[in-house]
């Protein structure tokens, strides 16, 4: 069961960010919406499966506490991933430029988005 979840959190993952990075390449002018992903990025939403537990934890609680929750999970994730990646020469992003960065590896302009993500999560992870 939580291999199955793995690969259905990997797999949305790989898609959210195949659309949010080609329509990002809007901004460059770019109409043929190329968009950038790796293969680290699979595993690294797979790991959104955890979140199980705590999305039976929360189903009472308001979206905006779920939200918000969720948001400093992935970020927590985010982090650490992207720390361990960076220290060996793989981190697939790098967030240096940005204003909110954190260490390059977390960006906390994103936290809208990372809130989406993880209301997203969780509908696909919710019990039947």
């Known amino acids: 069961?939580?291999?199955?979840?793995?690969?259905?959190c990997g797999t949305l993952g790989w898609c959210m960010e195949i659309i949010f990075t080609g329509l990002g390449s809007l901004k460059n002018h770019e109409n043929r919406l190329t968009a950038r992903t790796s293969i680290w990025m699979f595993?690294?939403?797979?790991m959104a499966c955890f979140l199980t537990p705590l999305c039976r934890l929360l189903?009472?609680?308001s979206l905006l506490?779920?939200?918000?929750?969720?948001?400093?999970c992935i970020f927590a994730a985010e982090y650490l991933c992207g720390s361990l990646l960076k220290r060996h020469g793989a981190c697939p992003w790098d967030y240096s430029h940005a204003r909110f960065n954190i260490d390059g590896?977390?960006?906390?302009?994103?936290?809208p988005f990372w809130f989406g993500a993880g209301l997203i999560?969780?509908?696909l992870l919710r019990e039947k």
């Open 1 to 8: 069961m939580m291999k199955n979840k793995f690969i259905l």
């Open 43 to 46: 595993p690294i939403y797979g």
């Open 59 to 61: 189903k009472n609680r």
């Open 65 to 72: 506490t779920r939200g918000i929750l969720y948001t400093c």
């Open 105 to 111: 590896v977390i960006r906390l302009d994103y936290a």
């Open 121 to 123: 999560f969780e509908k």
